[in-house]
């Protein structure tokens, strides 16, 4: 089996090793010329570490991530905890795999070590899809058009290759927008920070937790607007502009933010969800078929599950079974990631309640529910809905 992945993200990657463990031969195709240190903070539940366990990566990324004790929601004038839950061992006891924070560029170096180089090819855009009864077929920019069995589109939330299968269709700006920035552990020391911690406010949240072993503290601070932000890992916020957004709020949030050095400004886009992600032998995956906000710290996770599953459904299949294939793919994965995404832009409107009864009756709401239980309301999705290791229906 012959397999092209175009996008070398999380989910490209996590395609790519997942593939490769189901017997396929698979060439990676990445536009950028060079893997680059982007993005900041991730965070990973036990759904997504247990895959990347059947990955055998699991171990890598582990040892360049840190493992928060538990998570901590709070008012965001005051600081008060609202409610906390249980991650660390009780999550991995429970769940059997690790609750894991770490920095993007760490999780995409462990994955990316484990890609044979001769899969990959970098500096490589592509700028078409096309197939017949028995191929798929990628076209370049210089001109090529590769073959194979399956095309596995991992190309992020400006998918083109989403408009190539299933027509024009913009990603749709969230209403939301956020500044993130990382702090060594030195300038945050003296704050006794929660190591994991959600500060929720009146069109606003706060979210910040240890990176890199907790060398690092990742800060992430989420504002409503009705200006449409850009897009981007590197806009680059106008100095003090995150302290006049969250001026205030609690001595221990602005102080975070007073001591950030370069602090990042963007816009968080979402895709509108789709019937189906596949169209014969070729098919979508991660952000290109199902971003979301990031409210339930789920994306990332998400395209790992698709990955597993995918690798799970081309075992033992034969070129001619592609297309059935993927229709199981698509019907393991489907509702489990849409479902995903509507709870996550639940959970940013449930953050940002104005104060009053309410932001009351939330707060009441989850300190009832944390006082039954151990661990947080998604720990359902950490079990996993629809998870690789489930039986097809």
Known sequence: MRAIVVGAGIGGLAATLSLRRAGCEVTLLEQAPHFTEVGAGIQLAPNATRELRRLDVLDAVAARAARPSHVSFRTWSEGSE?????????????????????????????????????????????????????????????????????????DGIRSAAREWLFGKDEAAFSGTAAYRALLPSAEAADL????????????????????????????????????????????????????????DWDPRVR??????????????????????????????????????????????????????????????????????ALDRYVHRRLAAATGMQARSARAGSDFHLPDGPQAEARNARMA?????????PQAMAWRGEVTADQPEP
């Open 82 to 154: 609202i409610c906390r839950y249980a991650l660390g061992r009780e999550a991995e006891e429970e769940f059997g795999a690790p609750y894991l924070t770490l920095h993007r560029a760490d999780l995409h170096g462990a994955m990316s070590a484990a890609v044979p180089p001769e899969s990959v090819r970098l500096g490589t855009t592509v700028v078409g899809i096309d197939q017949d009864d028995d191929s798929a077929h990628v076209r370049t920019s210089t001109g090529e058009r590769l073959t194979a069995d399956l095309v596995v589109a991992a």
């Open 192 to 247: 006794n920070l929660p190591p994991l911690a959600a500060w929720l406010g009146p069109d606003r949240h706060f979210v910040h937790y240890w990176v890199r072993r907790g060398e690092l503290l990742n800060v992430v601070a989420v504002f409503s607007t009705q200006a449409a932000a850009q897009e981007s890992w590197t806009a680059k916020a106008e100095p003090g502009e995150q302290l006049r957004e969250f001026a």
């Open 255 to 324: 102080n975070v933010l007073e001591r950030a050095g370069q602090v990042y400004r963007y816009g968080i886009h979402t895709r509108t969800p789709l019937i189906r992600w596949n169209v014969g032998r070729a098919t979508l995956l991660g952000d290109s078929a199902h971003a979301m906000v990031p409210f339930q710290a789920q994306g990332a996770a998400q395209a790992i599950l698709d990955a597993a599953v995918l690798g799970d459904v081309l075992t033992d299949a034969t070129p001619a079974e592609v297309p059935e």
């Open 368 to 376: 009832a529910y944390a006082a039954e239980h151990r661990f947080m």
